[in-house]
């Protein structure tokens, strides 16, 4: 029978994600909270193409020992300054409907271009090894689902592919 990391005793029932995303994602997020990571991941869905064509969440601070009324540290382009100032109570309803809670309290805008996305997305990979591969492969097995079953893999071959750059 096998332990998992927390001391909890698996007798080969599958866990939520939810459940193990902080352990497994942990390094990658660093010190920034789940919550954030969606923030950026969904940030066009959130504020919509257009402010998302001009804007991009850069950092989520919080006061002190708490996680509400934070600043969300937001780049916008010199041209959509006035704009995304002048909307900021419909930015950050829609930004707090999203995560749930009034996490953010309000914006601080930081002007200057933004990172092009093309660039970044076309940013070769290295391939797995054999051995990586074959581990990948092992550890989603067990997935029946194959829509989830092919996320996993295409998210665990891009977190080991970025491993050892």
Not at 75 to 92: D, F, G, K, N, Y
Not at 149 to 161: Q, V
Request: avoid cysteine; glycine fraction near 10%.
């Amino acid at each position: 029978m096998a332990v998992s990391g927390d001391g909890e005793r698996r007798r080969g029932m599958m866990r939520a994600v939810g459940r193990e995303l902080t352990r497994v994602a942990g390094r990658a997020l660093g010190r920034r909270g789940l919550g954030e990571a969606q923030l950026v991941a969904e940030w066009r869905a959130v504020v919509g193409d257009q402010l998302a064509s001009e804007t991009l969440p850069m950092k989520l601070s919080f006061p002190q020992g708490g996680r509400r009324n934070g600043v969300l540290k937001l780049r916008v382009t010199s041209a959509a300054a006035l704009s995304v100032q002048h909307r900021e109570p419909q930015i950050l309803e829609r930004i707090n409907g999203f995560l749930g809670y009034g996490a953010v309290a309000r914006l601080a805008l930081v002007q200057g271009p933004l990172p092009n996305r093309n660039q970044a997305a076309s940013r070769p990979k290295r391939p797995l090894s054999p051995a990586e591969a074959a581990a990948l492969s092992e550890r989603v097995s067990q997935v029946s689902d194959p829509g989830l079953k092919s996320a996993l893999e295409r998210l665990g071959t891009a977190i080991l592919a970025d491993r050892h750059r």
